[in-house]
Every structure is written in structure tokens, then in C-alpha cells.
């Protein structure tokens, strides 16, 4: 519409005039309204445009549920719209004005996107059309066309917003009128949303720069909830994952196979980079608004994993680790945009693994768990009823839904749909619901749904619950068509005690299913303490003191003094004994097995929910009890983190590669958090969460020890360049280049649980500057807090020691060029860990030339092997004891052997170069500068001893390094490398390893020791 000229009206009476009008008017005595209508009556010209239409304008005002919003949304499009062409249109359309007045009385947010863009005024006429849904293939076309307009990438999201704020205003229109039905409304809000998300990944694949159209891209997405479903709310998040083929995906990018894992990395970084354009895109606020919030927390890992998981890992996730409500999470996964063949593997995979394989009875205990947690947070937040959480709400009908799709979708095809009210209809025809539940089920689904979208469509906001005061609750009546209130409220009570009623009767119906009632008796006992009953039941399981083990199950089921577990708590613990039994005897120490679950399940809070959802996965409570059983260090970690106890189950590490996408993420927040004090937060719990992850993962078998040590140094150059980048952007006022470089076992790759970190700093610009960021730095990552510390950080293998903590690149140069025989042993660990890793490669580059040049012309040998000999005779371990470090054919042995052939021949094979000790054995082999068979035992020795020490630090304490052959914990040891055995033959099993092992190492360590020696005489 056109704005024409408007000419200045006369002077009028505008009070007379605002009294005509307001005697058409029903409800004058509404102080809103009559506030609003003053504001209307100030603007006389508009008043005498109204007077005409005066009797029609006050029919239409009264049929708004918010009269007074109405009126102001009404004056405001005035503004915008032209008052003397939107007069004229509506006067001539008198089903015109009744629409406009009822959506500016029903919405603000279609008020607003009026108000911003007039010209959508176009898409209520002619009305009739408003009935039609456009559907998929229409509205996917239609965005198509609207990001064609523009070539700027920018231009094509805002024009993608734009359509997504004007298709969302339409719906709303023929919902508000009346003219579409609730299946209508929630198809095409969600065909709006697959079209805008499908569009989006074509300009996300634009902006990366990726060739290939999305239908052969390799990369997935994946909708979830409600968008899964075809069920989507106004303001609903979209729940979203994504996947990827490796092979697909770099089929338009590399030619040929190249090397596996860089390909891997490769395609890892492209499916970020394009999971992390299409997220922002979609859900980034700009001046034209978001075209949607995404919600990623749905994905295989959480919000800490990967924002895009290769394929296999995905599915090795949801067969080994994913929880029985990921699974019913799974009922509505469907994909919507991506390529072809990827999705269609995708529900093939869906197929098999939701509906195959059989719902345990744990499983249905653990969902309960969940649910009932969702419904006592929502009854504590929302006293007069929240819609999905509340008893009787949507989420009860969509729990018996999903229940009985997982319980008989296998059995039956129909049932395998993402939609609720054809899911419930299925299972009418299944003979699995009477008519009367089918019924309830859904009129109670559509009412509260219908109610849902009633509260949410005024501001456009995620809200659920009903309100509180008198005058809103009246307002969302009439947007309900209802009378009054109280009429609203008795609707709502009755559909909500109908769903509650069948949601009751169809979970007592699935218990009986699964019912159990022959270990009831024995269970019992350990309640009603029959103490020789429940002994002899205990003496089937291993345990060394089985009245302390039946004094921890009594804490177990009855819960911590003063907070009693209630009955159906201490019967769903006392229930799972057996199977928490069955898995502690499969441990090293399952006294400790149990005491240690005990302790954790109090840390947690709910013990029942903890100990359900635990069980709810028989390889995840295995691993859970096979590492606690063990460790006392990682079992005091989780004390002091439970809520990490979830990640740790559902997420372990398996990939050392996947811990750089999670790194990127901390380093943001590090360096983006309000204080010090958030950052030194973020980097704490990030370290504590990724070293129980770790951890675990390295006891229960999905790690080996030298992938662990990886793995740790990893989460190190992470937290590094974390305080570095923050310390930076705080102090770096001016430009300087820095960066952190790692020695000792940080440089080497070779991290311990609680190793310090032995750190240098490098600089190119203002010292100054330089002292106060490595500084700071150091602060962020040593200061103690309620977190404890992250690292300990030893400066002292810096060029001089006593000197200052940076050094520029000119005085690492000059100190270069004199190494103390010392540095001769530590600098070639010397690695980038953190900054401009740049400066670090040409500093250690030089330091090998210096190194092997003074290592030949001058007598550093003696001096070494002085240094050498000193460290064994102050540190020999006792006869009785096995120490990994210090043992003849030990760690110190075999690094010292190692050292000196790359020094001895670094001047001949940069390869040999290396801050590794493994990689530079296998060079030296290589080069034929080692034996193999010498090559072969220092392997194996670093290998084995490396795992034993790692061992020894988890078992014990991060402080101790040497274990007494004496202790039972040796026994628990060896049976933990052996496997379960018997403590006897583990620890004669393990002596043999030691004995083998050292001696062959020590001799060639001896070998290479006697050669360089040579050589360099």
C-alpha cells in the first residue's frame, strides 16, 4: 500500500469526538482499555476517519481478547501503514477490519512484524486463502527464491528471517480467525521450519565454501522433538543434531585417499565449520530478529561433545552408551535437510535400533525417573498448572505415546510414526488403547496443546505456564474462545485429570508386564535387616567384609541420615541390587566397588534417580563400578563433581581428535567470561570434568595408557592457551606476540593425572607486557580457589631458571648458544603448546642445531651421564617396591637412552627431532641408528611402564609413583592390567612382565648408551 497525501483536517471538539466513539464501545469501564482509547481520541483526524465505521469498529474491538492491546497495536500500524489508505481498505472490507482488530488484540508479535513491515498486510487479503497451508514443497520454494534476490551471503540470512517472521505472521492469522485447525497449524509451522532449515544448510555450505549441493554434501541434520514430530510450537526451539559421512563429505574436496587420519581431521573440521554456519545462522539475533533458537542438547555427547559427530560414531554412541530416554528421543528423529543418502541410513538405523531391540524394565524405571524429576520442577515453578510438565499435561500423553511405541513398535509398523495424535490413533487400531483412552488422549493433546500456543503467540515466548493474575488469566480465555476464566479453568482440570487418569492406568498396565516377584524376599531382607539372610546372599559375590559391605546397602536403600529415601525410592534401589551386585563382583575390589557407589549416590542428591539411570545401561554400570573400584583418586573427583557423573557415562573418550572441537569452545568462554574468577572457574571444571572423562575411559579399556597421557596433554595445551589468550586480551595493550611452549612431560605428550606443568614463555615485543601476561597467565592456571587449582606450573626449565619468565626470541637465542648440560636432557621436549606456535617452531628449531653442534664438539656426555647416575642413586626405589621412573630398565633409563641418540644423530635425520620419545625410537630404528630388537624393548618398556605409572596414580593418589609389592592394592593392580583373575596369578603374571620387561630395556638401554659413547669418543 502506497501512502497518499493527507491533508490537514480542521479544528474539532476531540473530546466530543472521543465520546461518540466510546459510547459505541462495550466494556468503557476497562481502565485499560479507556487508556488505550484516549490515546486513539488525541489523534482526531483518525477519530473522525473512525466515526463512519464506528458501529463496526466497536464490534470488532469487542471480539479482541485484549481490547486495550488492540487499540494500541491498532494506532501504532496507523503510524506505519498510512491511517488514510488502511482506513479506506478496511472500511470497504468489513471482515477485513474484524480480522486486523482480533490479531492486534491476540499478538503482539504479529503486531510487531506489521508495524516493521506494513507491506505483510497483503497476506490477509483475499482471507479465504488463510485456510490453505502452502505445505513443503511451496514454502521451501518460496524461501528458495527469497535468498536468490541477493548475492551478498549476508543479505540471503536476512532476507532467509524475513520470510521465516512473514510466514509465521500468516499462520498466526489463520489460527487467530479460526481457519486453520490445530493439525494444520502445527504441520505447517513445521514444514516452515524444515523449509527455512533446509535453505539455511545450502547458504551455510555457500559460506564455507563447500562445491557440493547439499543433497551430496555427506553431512546430515537431524530434527528432533517437536519439529521431528510435525508438531511444532510458535515459540518452540529447534532440536537439532547433525552427522556426517567422511568419505562424502571429502569427495568434492581431496583427491585421492591422502593420509587416513588427516582425512579425518579434515572432514571433522569441515562438519564443525558447516554445523557451526547453519547453527548461527539460523539462530544468531540480528536487526531483523533470529529465524530460529536452536537446541543442540539433544546430540550423542551433550553440549560438551561434538557439535557434528562422524557417522560410525554416532551409532558406536548410541549401541554402547546412550541412555533409554535418547532412545525414546529417537521415536521423532527424522531428517530434514542434508544429504540423501546419509538419511536414508539414518532411518534405517532408526528403525532398527529403536524398535528391535526390547525394552528392559530398568530402562522403563530410568525414563520414570526423568519424568518424574520434569514434574516436580514444574509443579514447584507453576502452582496453577503448567501445560507440558504439570500431572495431566502434554508431556504425560506423550510418555504413554512414546512408552508403548518402544514397547510395541517392533510388533507393529504402523506405530513407528514421529507424530503424536497419529501415533495415538495407531495404537487405538493396535487394540492397545481403548476408545475411551484414545479420546481422552486426544482431545486432552489438542486442548492443552491449543493452550499452549494460546499463551505462547502474545509475545512469541516459550511460556508454558498458566498465569497467575486474574486479568492475563482472562485474557488467554478469550484467546481460548471461552466465556470466562473459570469456564478455561474447569475445561483445563478436567482434561488434565483424564490424561493423569489414563497416563496412571496404562504405566500400572506396562509394570505388570514387567513385574518381578522372585528376588522380592531376599531384597527385603537388606530393608528389614534379617542379617544372616542377606549375608548368605552377599557370600555369593566375592567380598572380603561383607558385614561392612550390608552396612553400606543399608545406606544404600534407607539414604543419609536425616533424609530418609521415601518407600518407592527404597524399593526402585533395592530392586537394582542384584544387578549393581553382579556388576561390583566383576571388579578388582568390590568392597570398595560398593562403599564407593554408596558415597557418590550421596554426593549426588536423588540416589534413586542416580542409581536407576546408572543401571538403565548394563556396560555403562560395569565400566562406572570397574573405575571406582579401582580408583580412589578418580572416585574422590566425581565426590567432589556428581553432576559430571553423566557426561562421564554418556560421553566417554574414545577419540583423542574430538577434544579440539570441545577446546575451541572453552578458550571462547575463557576469554569472553565477565572476571578472572569465571575464567579460572571455566578452566577448573573443564580440566576436573576431561580428566574423569579420561580417566574412566582409560580404565575401562577404550583408552591405552599412552592415548591417556595424549589425552591429558591435550586437555593441558587447552587450559594453556586458554589463560594465555585471556591474560592477552586483558593485558596486551599494545601489540606483543607470546606463546607458551611445554617441556618435560607437558612437552612430550607424556602427562600424568597430576602432573605440573613445566612451562617457558616467549616474546616479540614489549617485556613489560610480556612478564605481566606469562604472569597472569600462570595466576589463572595455579592460583587455588574453591575449584582448587587447575596445574602447578614449574618455570624452572626455562634458560635460566632464575631469570625472567618471558624470554624475547633474542635472548633465547643467546642463551642457545651456551646450553647448560642440563638443558641437554630437557630442551628436546621443548614443544608449542599455546600462542603464536610459530615462534616456538623457529625457537626449537634452533635449539636442535645448537644442541646437536655442542652435543659433537664439546665433552657433554660425561656431564650427562654424571646427571644420570646422580638421579638413580638418589632416587633407587627399595627392593620391596616397583617404581616406573626410577627402576634399572625404568623411565628415566629409557628417556636418558633415548635423549642421547637424538642428539648423537640429530644433526644427520631431522626426523629424529622430535619432542617424542615412542617417535623418535621408531626413527632411530628406522634410520638403522637402533637394533630392532633394542627398538623393540625400549618400546615395550616405555609402553609398560608409561601404563604403570598411570596405574599407580590412580589407584593411590596423584602424589605417589611406587607401589609395594606387599599391598593389596598391587593385587587390584595386576588384576586390573591382567584382566579378572585371581589376585594370586595376576601378581605372578605381572612380576614375570616387570622382570622381562625392565631387563631387556636395561640392556638396551646399556647398548645405546656404550654406542654413543663410542661414537662420540
Known amino acids: 500500500m502506497s501512502e497518499k497525501a493527507e491533508v490537514s483536517p480542521p479544528h474539532y471538539d476531540a473530546s466530543a469526538i472521543a465520546n461518540v466513539l466510546l459510547s459505541k464501545v462495550r466494556r468503557s469501564k476497562d481502565k485499560e482499555f479507556l487508556k488505550a482509547f484516549s490515546h486513539i481520541a488525541e489523534d482526531v483526524e483518525l477519530s473522525i476517519m473512525l466515526i463512519p465505521i464506528a458501529d463496526e469498529f ?117 489460527d487467530v480467525l479460526g481457519m486453520m485447525s490445530y493439525e494444520n497449524v502445527v504441520a505447517e509451522l513445521s514444514n516452515l521450519a524444515e523449509a527455512v532449515v533446509r535453505v539455511a544448510l545450502d547458504l551455510a555450505i555457500e559460506q564455507i565454501g563447500l562445491s557440493s549441493p547439499q543433497e551430496t554434501c555427506g553431512f546430515l541434520v537431524i530434527a528432533l522433538g517437536k519439529l521431528g514430530g510435525f508438531e511444532l510450537n510458535y515459540s518452540s ?19 585421492g585417499d591422502g593420509d587416513e587420519r588427516r582425512r579425518s581431521r579434515l572432514a571433522s573440521q569441515i562438519a564443525t565449520r558447516l554445523a557451526f554456519a547453519l547453527t548461527s545462522g539460523l539462530s544468531d539475533v540480528t536487526e531483523y530478529g533470529y529465524a530460529y533458537r536452536v537446541d543442540l542438547r539433544l546430540r550423542p555427547y551433550g553440549q560438551s561433545g561434538p557439535i557434528a559427530l562422524k557417522w560410525d560414531a554416532m551409532i558406536s554412541y548410541y549401541e554402547s552408551w546412550a541412555r533409554s530416554w535418547e532412545r525414546m528421543a529417537l521415536l521423532k528423529a527424522r531428517p530434514i535437510a542434508g544429504d540423501v543418502t546419509v538419511a536414508m541410513r539414518f532411518s534405517r538405523f532408526v528403525d532398527s535400533y529403536v524398535y528391535t531391540t526390547p525394552i528392559e524394565s530398568d530402562s522403563i524405571s530410568a525414563l520414570m525417573e526423568v519424568k518424574k524429576h520434569s514434574e516436580e520442577l514444574a509443579e514447584t515453578t507453576a502452582p496453577l498448572g503448567h501445560v507440558k510438565a504439570g500431572r495431566g ?24 510414526t514421529p507424530n503424536t495424535l497419529k501415533a495415538i490413533k495407531a495404537l487405538l487400531d493396535c487394540g492397545l488403547l481403548t476408545h475411551e483412552e484414545y479420546e481422552g488422549l486426544t482431545e486432552g493433546y489438542v486442548f492443552l496443546r491449543k493452550l499452549e500456543h494460546m499463551l505462547q503467540i502474545v509475545e512469541h515466548l516459550p511460556i508454558r505456564e498458566l498465569p497467575k493474575g486474574a486479568d492475563e488469566l482472562d485474557k488467554l480465555a478469550r484467546r481460548m474462545s471461552f466465556d470466562t476464566a473459570d469456564s478455561l479453568l474447569s475445561a483445563y482440570r478436567m482434561h488434565t485429570r483424564n490424561v493423569r487418569s489414563i497416563y496412571e492406568r496404562v504405566l500400572r498396565d506396562v509394570e505388570s508386564i514387567f513385574s518381578k516377584v522372585a528376588e522380592d524376599a531376599v531384597l527385603r531382607s537388606v530393608v528389614e535387616c534379617d542379617d544372616e539372610r542377606i ?35 527404597r524399593i526402585v534401589v533395592t530392586r537394582l541390587l542384584p544387578k549393581v551386585m ?30 536407576s539411570s546408572l543401571c538403565s545401561n548394563d556396560l555403562a554400570l560395569e565400566m562406572f563400578l570397574k573405575c571406582i573400584a579401582f580408583s580412589g583418586y578418580l572416585t574422590e573427583l566425581m565426590m567432589r563433581y556428581p553432576e559430571y557423573a553423566e557426561v562421564i557415562l554418556k560421553e566417554p573418550l574414545s577419540d583423542v581428535s574430538s577434544l579440539s572441537a570441545i577446546g575451541v569452545e572453552l578458550v571462547e568462554k575463557a576469554v ?13 571444571r573443564f580440566k576436573h570434568r576431561e580428566v574423569l572423562r579420561i580417566g574412566f575411559s582409560e580404565l575401562s579399556g577404550l583408552l591405552g595408557s599412552d592415548l591417556a597421557a595424549t589425552a591429558l596433554s591435550e586437555i593441558a595445551d587447552i587450559c594453556v592457551e586458554a589463560a594465555l589468550k585471556r591474560s592477552m586480551t586483558l593485558l596486551a595493550g599494545e601489540p606483543v606476540r607470546m606463546v607458551a611452549i611445554g617441556l618435560g612431560g607437558l612437552g612430550a605428550k607424556e602427562l600424568h593425572y597430576a602432573s605440573d606443568l613445566d612451562l617457558a614463555f616467549a616474546h616479540e615485543g614489549e617485556y613489560a607486557i610480556a612478564s605481566q601476561v606469562a604472569t597472569h597467565t600462570i595466576h ?30 633474542k635472548a633465547w637465542l643467546d642463551a642457545l648458544k651456551d646450553i647448560e648440560a642440563w638443558q641437554f636432557l630437557s630442551f628436546p ?57 626410577y627402576a634399572s630398565g625404568g623411565l628415566v633409563d629409557i628417556q636418558f637412552a633415548v635423549t642421547l641418540i637424538q642428539l648423537a644423530y640429530g644433526s644427520k635425520s631431522n626426523s629424529l627431532r622430535h619432542y617424542s620419545y615412542s617417535h623418535a625410537i621408531k626413527t632411530a630404528a628406522k634410520l638403522s641408528l637402533l637394533p630392532a630388537n633394542d627398538a623393540q624393548a625400549l618400546l615395550e618398556g616405555h609402553k609398560f611402564m608409561r601404563m604403570m605409572k598411570a596405574l599407580i596414580t590412580l589407584i593411590k593418589s596423584p602424589q605417589i609413583t611406587q607401589v609395594s609389592i606387599n599391598d593389596a592394592e598391587f593385587e587390584q593392580l595386576a588384576m586390573q592390567i591382567i584382566g579378572k583373575a585371581s589376585p594370586e596369578s595376576a601378581v605372578v603374571e605381572v612380576m614375570q612382565r616387570w622382570e622381562r620387561t625392565t631387563q631387556r630395556a636395561y640392556e638396551a638401554v646399556m647398548r645405546t648408551v656404550e654406542h654413543v659413547a663410542k661414537m662420540v669418543a
Request: net charge positive; aromatic share 8%; hydrophobic share 40%.
Open 393 to 416: 499435561g502434554i508431556r504425560d500423553v506423550e510418555f504413554v505415546v512414546q512408552l508403548l511405541q518402544l514397547l510395541f513398535g517392533g510388533k507393529y509398523e504402523t506405530l513407528k
Open 535 to 569: 549375608l548368605d546372599w552377599l557370600s555369593r559375590y566375592e567380598f572380603k567384609k561383607p558385614n561392612e559391605v550390608l552396612n553400606t546397602l543399608r545406606f544404600l536403600v534407607d539414604g543419609p541420615a536425616g533424609v530418609p529415601l521415601s518407600l518407592r525410592e
Open 582 to 611: 553382579g556388576a561390583a563382583s566383576k571388579t578388582v575390589n568390590p568392597d570398595a566397588a560398593i562403599l564407593r557407589l554408596e558415597q557418590i549416590a550421596t554426593a549426588f542428591g536423588n540416589r534413586a534417580a542416580f542409581i
Open 672 to 684: 569472553n567470561a565477565k572476571t578472572d574468577e569465571d575464567t579460572k572457574r571455566l578452566i577448573r
Open 58 to 174: 466497536a464490534e470488532a474491538i469487542s471480539e479482541a481478547p485484549d481490547m486495550a492491546m488492540a487499540l494500541v497495536n491498532f494506532r501504532r500500524l496507523c503510524d506505519v501503514a498510512g491511517k488514510t489508505h488502511l482506513l479506506k481498505w478496511l472500511s470497504e472490507d468489513k471482515g477485513m477490519l474484524h480480522a486486523v482488530l482480533k490479531i492486534l488484540g491476540t499478538s503482539n508479535y504479529a503486531a510487531d512484524t506489521l508495524y516493521l513491515h506494513p507491506e505483510y498486510l497483503s497476506i490477509l487479503s483475499p482471507l479465504r486463502n488463510l485456510s490453505e497451508p502452502k505445505g513443503f514443497e511451496a514454502l521451501m520454494n518460496e524461501a528458495r527464491d527469497a535468498t536468490k534476490a541477493f548475492r551478498e551471503i549476508k543479505r540471503k540470512w536476512d532476507s532467509l528471517r524475513r520470510f521465516r517472521q512473514r510466514e509465521t505472521l500468516r499462520i498466526i492469522a489463520a
Open 829 to 885: 621436549r621443548m614443544r608449542g603448546t599455546a600462542g603464536d606456535i610459530g615462534i616456538a617452531f623457529r625457537l626449537i628449531n634452533i635449539a636442535w642445531d645448537e644442541m646437536v653442534r655442542q652435543f659433537s664438539n664439546t665433552n657433554v656426555l660425561g656431564e650427562l651421564l654424571k646427571l644420570w647416575q646422580k638421579a638413580k642413586e638418589e632416587h633407587k626405589p627399595p627392593s620391596d617396591k616397583l617404581d616406573p621412573k
Open 237 to 255: 526451539d529447534i532440536d537439532l543434531m547433525f552427522t556426517f559421512d567422511e568419505d562424502l563429505l571429502l569427495k568434492h574436496v581431496l583427491n
Open 780 to 809: 589463572l592456571l595455579s592460583e587455588i580457589t574453591n575449584d582448587s587449582f587447575a596445574y602447578k606450573v614449574d618455570v624452572r626449565l626455562r634458560p635460566q631458571p632464575s631469570g625472567a619468565l618471558s624470554w624475547s626470541t
